[in-house]
């Protein structure tokens, strides 16, 4: 559930809604969630000073939460 709702978020922010990747690694635990978004894209995801990455990273951790599991984010540089 954590994954979609990440993908649903940058689905919504994005132009280019056919670059948006969202991977999943479970590291014991763990959650670990990478985006990736077209470079152009980047801004719109990071937004100013972090602050969308950042509520995207507070609404995760409350889904995250309700499932008694733990989740992180990263926003990966397009390659």
Not at 51 to 63: D, F, G, I, K, P
Request: glycine share 6%; net charge positive.
């Amino acid at each position: 559930m954590v994954k979609e709702l990440i993908e649903y978020i940058a689905l919504a922010l994005v132009d280019d809604p056919s670059q948006v990747v969202v991977s999943q690694h479970q590291m014991g635990g763990r959650t670990r969630l990478e985006l990736r978004v077209a470079r152009e894209d980047m801004g719109r995801v990071i937004g100013k000073n972090g602050r969308v990455a950042n509520a995207m990273r507070v609404l995760l951790r409350v889904a995250a939460a309700r499932e008694r599991k733990q989740a992180t984010l990263d926003v990966v540089e397009p390659r």
